[in-house]
């Protein structure tokens, strides 16, 4: 039985593939072709502290990070980013909530489930984006004069 249910949910999916439908970032390839991934592009190296779209985004990497080693045994990031270093860095420290394990105490070492940056914090390059960004954030939409109510009925 579960295994009739599964082939009926998968049924929309293989008639998908079955019909060479394609999205923008796949192209026209056939879902089980594989195709080359496209060029890398130079990530933004401008230093410049983008403005973030909402509440609690992790900040953006504004810098070139090719080679940055960030494992077990050491985190790049923190040459420049960590507490002791932003002095003679000039860099942003990292936030407060970094230093905190899941039980919200506060440590004194960067917490190991905030060491691997790249989780959420992403280098940015110029390129035109694969689908259309329709995105709004908090204040545009609070800025937005009220929309008119709708008629009522008599």
């Given at each position: 039985?579960?295994?009739?249910?599964?082939?009926?949910?998968?049924?929309p999916l293989w008639v998908f593939a079955a019909n060479g439908v394609h999205d923008a970032m796949r192209g026209p390839?056939?879902?089980?072709?594989?195709?080359?991934?496209?060029?890398?592009?130079?990530?933004?190296?401008?230093?410049?502290?983008?403005?973030?779209?909402?509440?609690?985004?992790?900040?953006?990497?504004?810098?070139?990070?090719?080679?940055?080693?960030?494992?077990?045994?050491?985190?790049?990031?923190?040459?420049?980013?960590?507490?002791?270093?932003?002095?003679?860095?000039?860099?942003?420290?990292?936030?407060?909530?970094?230093?905190?394990?899941?039980?919200?105490?506060?440590?004194?070492?960067?917490?190991?489930?905030?060491?691997?940056?790249?989780?959420?914090?992403?280098?940015?390059?110029?390129?035109?984006?694969?689908?259309?960004?329709?995105?709004i954030d908090a204040d545009a939409i609070l800025n937005q004069p009220p929309a008119a109510a709708p008629a009522r009925?008599?």
């Amino acid at each position: 039985m579960k295994r009739i249910l599964l082939a009926f949910l998968m049924l929309p999916l293989w008639v998908f593939a079955a019909n060479g439908v394609h999205d923008a970032m796949r192209g026209p390839a056939q879902l089980n072709e594989t195709t080359n991934p496209p060029p890398l592009l130079n990530p933004d190296n401008s230093d410049v502290r983008r403005q973030r779209n909402y509440a609690m985004q992790p900040p953006v990497i504004p810098h070139k990070v090719e080679g940055y080693q960030i494992d077990k045994n050491a985190n790049r990031c923190m040459m420049c980013h960590a507490r002791t270093r932003t002095q003679e860095s000039q860099a942003p420290m990292i936030s407060v909530t970094h230093f905190m394990d899941r039980q919200g105490n506060f440590l004194a070492e960067l917490s190991p489930r905030r060491y691997f940056c790249m989780q959420c914090h992403v280098p940015q390059a110029n390129v035109n984006p694969l689908i259309e960004n329709r995105f709004i954030d908090a204040d545009a939409i609070l800025n937005q004069p009220p929309a008119a109510a709708p008629a009522r009925k008599k």
